[in-house]
């Protein structure tokens, strides 16, 4: 695929920082930005996967927030909540990571199968050390990846089980044989193989994976993906365990050592405002200096694809091999009164805008980065939904997710932005950022977001195709803070825009402080 980045011009205008600093009433004035959308120049496909989801035995993550059992008064179809499942559906998800992170690589499948009531109870080690009942296992995971619509990316253990262990695992979910496994998957009520798309060979092999060294963990993954065979009608993606963030070592090595054995490999890069691990930062309770900080670490996803995708293209440069952020979003302090091991924390209008960034940043990087999966899909991290006891409610991150629908299997299109700098303390962001797709309605969509939590901003894009209407949405609130919560479950939710207008070649927007307009030109 040939790549076509999108660049972007960050510039100061010194006439928007003069008047952005000097006085009082002129703080409130718009800022004005320029950009210009070169309709003419279709880029590469934004993936519908870079929409994907991660669900990891962790805290109320599975048990609650899906999975409830068919007995449960919650409505459920076959024990999955029919609330989440719906709202799931609405955002078309198009894959979801199961059973973990640091959970995968001590999870072993058969304590999964069989009756429910039969199946051994262990100990989830690595969060919170709970009970796992082990009532949602394989068949519960593969079914719910059929009732969604969506595929199944299965993240195998490598930490502390042997390849014998991963290859019956993708025999008995795949086979179309009567081998034993395959018996014994039908024994327990599944005829038809289930389709795996993705296999993750281990997580964080660096960390709770094994604390391996690159050059050991590349062997280790050489050796354990030999072992991963898909029936002759199955293709099974290969996906190998990638960096902490900044580890450019890491990824050299694997691509060096391994890259001929991989279809993707992987990137973990969680936005930890207020100094990094551990997360100190509350989720709810913030100022603008904690907000601008959040928005300057979520941009620094652009700068760890850019060099991670560098190295690749040194061993890779048809791009073959994706770039796999698996897992990606805003870690907090986890809520007070939860369990720490849960890592529990509230969405809120800040979720959103790293939400809008991030996805920007992947769809201008789509020739490389063709899957990622948020931390995670319900009651963890930045989640889409929360849920409690039979409440539920949908995040803001939920809403931009479902805002930026369009760009699933949408052609990428190279917007250039030049927005001033919105500083705060030691921090500094571009006021705005954006980008820009073709969808596969036909139509382009631009989506702006505005960074500066006090100050509108005007923004004018030079258009190089014609258009005659733009519509749209947006998302922001009264607060920087403002979230949902079970009570006012609609507080931060998108609305119609109207502020955006078409004159001439020129797509003008007004664009309101802190929010994220979504447009439709035609
Ligand atoms: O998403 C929470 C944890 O973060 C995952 O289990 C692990 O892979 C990562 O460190």
Known sequence: MAASPMKKRLSLSLLCSALFFASGWLQAAEVQVQGSLHTDQPGPQVSRYIFGQFAEHLGTGIYGGIWVGPDSKIPNTNGYRNDVLAALKAIHVPDVRWPG??????????????????RPTSVNTHWGGVEEPNSFGTHEFMNFTELLGTDAYVAGNVGDASPDEMAQWVEYMTA???STLAMQRRANGRDKPW?????GVGNELWGCGGNMRSEYAADVYRRYQTFVKAPADQTILKIAPGSNGDDYHWTEVMMREAGKFMNGLSLHYYTVPGGGFPPRDSSTDFDETAWIDTLQQALRMDDLITRHSAIMDKYDPQKKIALVVDEWGTWYASLPGSHPGFLQQQNTLRDALVASLTLDIFSDHADRVRMANIAQMVNVLQSMILTDGNKMLLTPTYHVFAMYLPYQDATHLPLEISAPTYRHGEFAVPAVHGS???AKDGHVYVALTNLDPEHAAEVNVKLSGKATQVSGQ????PAMTSLNTFEHADAVKPVPFSGARIDGNDLKVKLPAKAIVMLKLQ
């Open 436 to 438: 820009a797709v073709k």
């Open 101 to 118: 992170g640091c959970f995968a690589d001590e999870y072993h499948w058969r304590d999964g199968i069989g009756p429910r009531d039969k």
């Open 474 to 477: 947006i998302l922001t609130a």
């Open 176 to 178: 179309p044989t009567h």
């Open 195 to 199: 389709k795996v798309a993705f296999v």
